[in-house]
């Protein structure tokens, strides 16, 4: 099942449980969502010329790096969001 997959589940668990069971069934599945969101890579946004991206999901600069021609940070060190580096032509 992938971190996408889960989510569907999970929402569909939300609303089937919302008026059944305590709210804290609801803000569990809420923290697993949050959770199962950053294993999903997503691309950084690129400062204009500064060597830096930015995290899509806490918005806090990260420097890139690169060794090979790869860029060896794959979460964000700050949020732990996957980053998605791959660049389409």
Known sequence: MTPEEAIKTIQVAIAEVE??????????????????????????REAFQSGFF?????????KMRIESS???????????QALDWRVNK
């Open 54 to 62: 930015w995290c899509p999901a806490c918005s806090k600069a990260i």
């Open 70 to 80: 790869k860029i060896n940070i794959s979460y964000c060190p700050f949020c732990g």
């Open 19 to 44: 008026w059944n069971y305590p709210l804290d069934y609801t803000e569990a599945f809420e923290v697993a969502i949050e959770a199962l969101e950053k294993q999903i890579p997503k691309k950084p």
